[in-house]
């Protein structure tokens, strides 16, 4: 069986309540392994550093202001 590696994108205006302790959460007790998330926020947190160490398939990339 052919295993396949994909990415979720999440786009979000900030790293909110919901995000922390759903989404990441719920992403991190999935069966499937074999992704990565990216969140792009509109300005980097103070949370960034802490949640890629937790998570090690999060990558967080601000997008320094709202995306077009």
Known sequence: M???FFTIVIPVRE??????????????N??????????VPDT?????????DT???LRIIPA???PG
């Open 44 to 52: 980097a947190s103070t949370y960034d550093e802490e949640l890629t």
């Open 15 to 28: 790293i909110n309540q919901y995000l922390l302790h759903e989404t990441l959460p719920s992403l991190a």
């Open 30 to 39: 999935l069966n499937y392994k074999d992704f990565e998330t990216i969140i």
């Open 64 to 66: 320094e202001g709202p």
């Open 55 to 57: 998570y090690s398939w």
């Open 2 to 4: 052919k295993s396949y």
